[in-house]
């Protein structure tokens, strides 16, 4: 009977340690206290709602200045993509809240577009950053980054109105050019936030699991050394 109670107690803060994680979500909202943080995402690759095994890419977002109406960013953006695909990411977009009122960017992807149309299912987007001058979020042209290659430069974000915090939401990137996966040469990834750091070295973000087995571990210690004393009032 006993044991049955500890092992429900185990399983219910378990339970708590999981909930208690944060949402690793395609989110981040910042405000200017966080100058100088990073934000790095991991990306997969998908078509048609397959996703494509090997296709990947990682960004790191880091913020550089702000002002009343305006968010900078460094970026960084290296197409990790594996044998037997090749392919080439021509650009990356993200939501932005409140709306964004216009953008302008530097460097691998030093063209932009507002509310654009994402392909691959992924419909309207606020802003995407892109290596051609297209109109459009779709790509085009031949440039970008091949696989092994990253690309860096710099954006800023311009609002209508002083705002106090910012969110970023739904980030993607653009895969062009695809070898190696049948008929498909285009495809498009979503990001996961993978860790947060400062730029003087900060703490990374835990992943959500090693907080899970963080849980798991106490509540094991907690009910063995119960355990223990359990067995000792026996034995007095």
Known sequence: MNLTRSITQL???AGLALAATPAWAEAITLDPTDIGQSWDFNFD?????TTITGLTATTRFTLT??????????????????NPLDSRVSGFAFNTDPNIASATSTGAFS??????NYPNGIGSVDVCFKDATTGSCAGGGGGGLFDGQTGTGSFTLNFAQPLSSLTLSDFFVRYQSITGAGNITSATGSGTLSSSSTSSGGTPVPEPGMVGLLGLALAGMALARRRRQTVRVGYA
């Open 11 to 13: 399983t219910a803060v």
């Open 65 to 82: 200045a702000v002002t009343p109406t305006s968010y900078t960013f460094s970026y960084s953006v290296t197409n990790t993509t594996s």
């Open 45 to 49: 690759g998908s078509s048609g709602g």
């Open 111 to 116: 063209y932009t577009t507002l509310g654009g």
